[in-house]
């Protein structure tokens, strides 16, 4: 009896792996810098706007909620780098600031690392779609699904649906179900998650008010999450982005091809937490938002990487469909052009 021989194993390593080592070690004073210039700020502005609200004019409080969203979007990419355990050394210390973090923004730790841990695995593969990603469709299934299914894409990828209805719904309704397909772990984090909200806007409301609590809580949750929601939109979908059949997919050609350079101004990228340098999070995760940098500027692997500016990233916005025969995304219009004409009508018989 013949006895099949197990598959060769695959001991090489991935050519980028030993050039970004050193760049993927989490530094603790680092950590509590970003901490102290996110979290603390953010805190600080948030309490000082809930003290006034009602004291001064509402347009002080609205002054104020724009740089406490740029904190509160900054608190984000914290939580994003503790759930790829590369913020602190060691797994349970990222764990533990991340589920502190999870309350700040409202978002399950261990069900957003899930999910996101899916998006880096399957990002650019258009045979695996819909895990943490922004949804995209092809022209052909554009064009194959039937009129209301159109028309709810369409709706989705209007940017006043993306940009104002997207980061609320996305931060603070749907994060809040429990889904019976979730394991247990996920269905617990959630639970946390919104067990900890509970007692912490609770408590909030009944010192301050409701009306106080939304008015000072809803225009930087706004104005964060309409700014993430951006920043992930435009990290993926430029028009030369990277979208492959499943058989001819890379990992590093999706990273270093499909993962802008998102090129800010300094202060927006500090506010950004280096986000913009998607292209080196997505080959190596394990490269803290800190280390992003100078990671891309030692590496020649990083120099000829898709590179967009902020003018870039708004025009961005126009682009809906992934055109599989001319390898890029294209706007409405483009679809409408490119659709074959119409056979005309049988003449009528004599």
């Known amino acids: 009896m013949n006895v099949a021989e197990p598959a060769p194993v695959k001991t090489e390593r991935p050519f980028w792996k030993q050039s970004l080592e050193p760049y993927a070690r989490p530094h603790v004073g680092r950590a509590v810098l970003d901490l102290a210039t996110s979290v603390v700020p953010y805190l600080a502005l948030f309490a000082t706007m809930l003290v006034l609200h009602g004291d001064v004019s509402y347009l002080v409080i609205l002054a104020l909620a724009v740089p406490a969203s740029g904190f509160l979007l900054r608190t984000y990419i914290m939580f994003h780098d503790c759930a790829h355990g590369s913020f602190l050394p060691g797994k349970r210390a990222n764990e533990?600031?991340?589920?502190?973090?999870?309350t700040i923004v409202f978002t399950p730790f261990a069900a957003w690392?899930?999910?996101?841990?899916?998006?880096?695995?399957?990002?650019?593969?258009?045979?695996?779609?819909?895990?943490?990603?922004?949804?995209?469709?092809?022209v052909a299934e554009y064009r194959a699904k039937p009129f209301l299914s159109r028309l709810g894409y369409r709706l989705f990828r209007n940017p006043l649906v993306m940009f104002t209805l997207g980061p609320i719904y996305s931060m603070m309704i749907l994060p809040r179900f429990v889904k019976r397909s979730q394991r247990p772990r996920i269905r617990r984090s959630i639970l946390a998650t919104n067990a900890a909200l509970a007692v912490v806007v609770g408590g909030l409301c009944a010192v301050f008010g409701v009306g106080t609590f939304l008015a000072v809580q809803l225009p930087m949750v706004l104005m964060a999450g309409s700014a993430g929601v951006w920043l992930f939109y435009v990290q993926h979908q430029f028009e030369d982005a990277y979208w492959e059949r499943t058989d001819t997919w890379s990992y590093?050609?999706?990273?270093?091809?499909?993962?802008?350079?998102?090129r800010l101004p300094k202060v927006l990228q500090f506010f950004t937490g280096n986000i913009g340098l998607h292209h080196v999070h997505h080959l190596s995760a394990r490269v803290p938002n800190y280390n992003l940098q100078r990671a891309h500027d030692a590496n020649p692997i990083f120099h000829d990487v898709?590179?967009?500016?902020?003018?870039?990233?708004?025009?961005?916005?126009?682009?809906?469909?992934w055109d599989e025969e001319a390898g890029r995304l294209v706007t409405w219009r483009e679809e409408r052009r490119s659709r074959p004409p119409r056979a005309a009508a049988a003449p009528a018989a004599a």
């Open 252 to 262: 590093a050609d999706a990273a270093l091809q499909g993962s802008s350079y998102l």
């Open 96 to 102: 533990r600031v991340g589920r502190v973090l999870a």
């Open 306 to 321: 898709p590179t967009l500016d902020f003018f870039d990233g708004l025009r961005a916005v126009r682009l809906k469909l």
């Open 113 to 138: 690392r899930h999910s996101h841990a899916m998006h880096h695995a399957t990002a650019g593969d258009l045979d695996r779609r819909g895990d943490g990603d922004v949804m995209t469709w092809t």
